[in-house]
């Protein structure tokens, strides 16, 4: 904006009035950026705040003074733990499927014939625009029939809420990961792998040494947003996870059926862990983005 | 008639792997046929691990449920025993329950779930056109006047609350927003109201914490797009006299269609198809269409009906993106960027 006052002529009268119209329109962006960021930033200052008010509803006036317990309340709650384990649990599945799948997807795209890209492209991306819940539903009852058709047992991998809700979310969590991929192959010197194929390396070996050090970066990175992903999954999730129990549904449970500040104290801990999350996830793509100016 | 799915879905995977060989084959210079150029291509190992990958993930995860969703929409609620018996024919009634309701029902329509359905559309667009117009001058900010130190910082501040669990952003916006919440306490110290306002059941709450949950899908798409545009042509339009709305109106929003068309789909789809925000914040009166087919799963333990129900949730959010991209003028590829 300061760039149009400079190659504005000196006229009298008009330019003061255009100047000070800037000088408005300047402020008043200003201070839309502040409040839109007191709205991204507010709610959840608020919650956090709830945690530590000792007051039996999530409330944040009137003050009763400091605590901890709810901290304590939640720690010694066992469905919240055992569903903390199933999270990661799914989560590490999760990412087993996700990663490898993505990555088979991403090296796939440049072998397919020009023909049938378009259409693999919206195949392997569509579950992105698929709603959650729609995602959910489809691996439940396709796996439940699966599971009659082959007269499967009810212990088996079929009817487990587990099972389903990391083959679930796999579903979609892989077309995130396929987009890191691409970024990352978009990059890729396709001649390395022939020299190094000239050379006499095997398949495998390129594979493992010319591919996949290349893709370390967007490897790490696929594995930290599948995880995150995974983690706070509600939608497909809630469908999929049956007799289970992960942390999101029974957080979900606990807010619909009555609300207490231990889900604000566990909403306290959840900002922190995943503020660590995003920080480790940015130092990584900022160290890729420093590798690639270097190289 | 279920047991036909099996056959008829291989049948295509068979068909679909023939073409794709048979492309591939053509794709290549003469040498040698298509399947043994890819294995000499990558090798034994790499081959094996693509194939199967994408056969495990296409497959069986993308394909086949949702080709079985379909099917299983039009089937009877059947207890598992009968279940490919002589009952188990193809029927569209539960298409029909939607349209018309129950059979023996009063009403010419199911106008309950009609209403919910055509609201949770109706606000879902709602919620689009605002995050559109708070969404606009951050990411106009961000991508022309931001220095780079800044845009950094205003990039990891929008990032980080996107990381927080979505029940838990509901959950921030029902203590801001409840009869005893932060709101409530503010007017009422300010002695603007004497009684709590019902922010719940009007559902303030619930249009405020949905549109917070997707502010991020709309900025970053318009962002982008917003970004390419060369500075030189806002000053070149400004120069010519161009009053500043008009700059945005006939300059920078036409060069960020493809963005506008991105955020808006993503942030349509995703209210479309949310489930926490409505459960938590929605009104004891208003229910949203998930939550209907989310009953249907649970306690109404009729799955084909939810099944049938999700289906047209998918179909309608197909026919939206498909009317975005014929309306801007876009591909697929831009959309997903």
Request: aromatic share 14%.
């Amino acid at each position: 904006m300061s760039s149009v006052q400079t190659t504005l002529p000196p006229q009298t009268g008009q330019h003061g009035f255009r100047l000070r119209s800037t000088h408005v329109r300047q402020f008043m962006m200003g201070f839309y950026i502040l409040i839109f960021f007191a709205y991204l930033f507010g709610p959840l200052v608020m919650m956090s705040a709830t945690a530590f008010n000792d007051n039996t509803y999530p409330q944040v006036a009137p003050w009763n003074g400091f605590t901890l317990k709810w901290f304590e309340e939640l720690i010694t709650d066992s469905f919240m733990v055992e569903g903390f384990i199933n999270s990661l649990v799914i989560g590490a599945g999760v990412v087993c499927l996700a990663v490898p799948f993505g990555l088979a997807g991403a090296l796939m795209l440049s072998q397919i014939h020009h023909k049938v890209r378009s259409i693999y492209y919206v195949i392997v991306v569509s579950p992105i625009l698929t709603p959650g819940v729609i995602i959910g539903i489809s691996t439940l009852v396709f796996w439940d029939w699966m599971g009659l058709m082959l007269d499967a047992d009810f212990e088996s991998p079929f009817y487990n809420g587990i099972w389903l809700t990391i083959i679930g979310q796999a579903t979609f969590i892989s077309s995130y990961t396929l987009l890191i991929f691409l970024a990352r192959l978009q990059r890729f010197d396709s001649t390395l792998e022939e020299a190094a194929l000239d050379l006499g390396a095997s398949h495998v070996q390129v594979f493992w040494q010319v591919l996949v050090p290349f893709l370390k970066p967007a490897l790490i990175s696929a594995a930290v947003l599948a995880f995150l992903t995974s983690f706070e999954n509600y939608n497909t999730t809630v469908f999929t996870i049956q007799a289970e129990s992960t942390l999101t549904t029974v957080l979900a449970s606990k807010v619909r059926l009555g609300i207490t500040p231990a889900v604000s104290a566990l909403a306290v801990l959840i900002i922190s862990l995943t503020l660590v999350g995003a920080a480790v996830h940015e130092v990584l793509r900022r160290r890729e983005r420093t590798e690639v100016k270097v190289g | 008639m279920n047991n036909l799915l099996l056959p008829i879905a291989s049948l295509i995977g068979a068909g679909l792997v023939i073409l794709g060989l048979m492309f591939y084959r053509r794709s290549q210079h003469a040498t040698g046929s298509g399947f043994g150029h890819f294995l000499r291509r990558n090798g034994v190992f790499v081959s094996s691990y693509l194939i199967l990958s994408l056969l495990g993930w296409i497959f069986f995860m993308i394909i086949l449920p949702q080709l079985y969703m379909v099917d299983f929409s039009f089937s009877h609620n059947l207890p598992p025993s009968k279940i490919g018996g002589p009952e188990d024919v193809y029927t569209t009634q539960n298409y029909e329950y939607l349209l018309f309701g129950s059979p023996g029902s009063e009403d010419a329509f199911n106008w309950l779930h009609l209403k919910v359905f055509l609201r949770t559309i109706l606000a879902a667009v709602v919620v689009t056109i605002i995050d559109l117009a708070l969404c606009y001058p951050v990411a106009y900010y961000m991508a022309q006047s931001a220095s780079s130190g800044k845009l950094r910082m205003m990039a990891l501040c929008l990032l980080l609350p996107f990381w927080v669990n979505e029940i838990l952003r509901a959950f921030a916006f029902r203590i801001l927003f409840g009869s005893g919440g932060v709101f409530n306490n503010v007017l009422m110290g300010m002695g603007l109201i004497d009684q709590p306002v019902d922010f719940i059941r009007a559902d303030v709450g619930l249009y405020a914490g949905l549109s917070y949950a997707y502010l991020l899908l709309m900025i970053f798409p318009l962002y982008n797009a917003i970004e390419s545009l060369d500075h030189s042509q806002i000053e070149a339009a400004k120069d010519l006299g161009c009053p500043w709305w008009r700059v945005h109106f006939e300059v920078v929003m036409p060069f960020a269609k493809p963005g506008i068309a991105s955020g808006c789909t993503m942030v349509f789809m995703l209210s479309c198809g949310a489930l926490a925000a409505p459960q938590i914040l929605g009104g004891p009166s208003s229910l949203w269409f998930t939550q209907i087919i989310y009953q249907w799963f649970n306690t109404g333990g009729n799955w084909p009906l939810g099944a049938a129900y999700a289906l047209v949730l998918l179909v309608v959010c197909i026919i939206f993106v498909m009317a975005v991209m014929r309306l801007f003028k876009v591909s697929f590829g831009e959309i997903i960027k």
